[in-house]
């Protein structure tokens, strides 16, 4: 499956490069599409049409950022895109039910960490019922929970993130790096 992630770029989006190396450790093809700006989102929409992705995910993790996410959702399905559209990110998953109900243009939010959730949606597209984490509209088209698993046990067993561009700090070329996730409490 061909899947789009779109995202702010202004430093290095972990979360999306993460998620691109785990769909490409299942042999997805991955595209990572900038989105720093409202004014964005013609040339996203652009780069995400050329792809041609039969599943488009959007980075949602700013409340501040939360309406211009929504208008590009709207702007990809006005330009033609007819594929999974499905929000994750901080934002996303604490109001899940209410973007479902109000953006008809997503069909589903991701809820906590992504990486085996997109990889479980990517590989049974059809299944979304049985894919822990993931809230979507039922038959009824009102809002259904999938409770999610969770952070990941190990994080060593986790892909690296996918890097084919750097970011610069003082002429220097520079990486992020995660050490933890979650709360460090139980």
Partial sequence: ?????????????????????????????????????????????????????????????????????????????????????????HFASFNCERLLNDYPAFDSVGLGEGEELICALADQPDQIANIPGVCYRGQDRRPVVNVSKGNPDNLDALSFPKRTTFHEYFDKRIASILSSRGCWRN
């Fill in 1 to 89: 499956m061909r899947v789009a992630l779109v995202g702010a770029e202004l430093e290095e989006n972990l979360a999306l490069r993460y998620m691109a190396s785990a769909l490409e450790s299942k042999g997805h093809e991955v595209d990572i599409v900038p989105f720093n700006t409202e004014e964005d989102v013609p040339a996203a929409v652009s780069q995400a049409q050329r792809f041609q992705p039969q599943m488009v995910g959007l980075s949602m993790i700013f409340t501040g950022r939360a309406r211009e996410f929504c208008h590009l959702a709207q702007a990809l399905r006005d330009s033609g895109y007819k594929g999974h559209l499905i929000a994750g990110g």
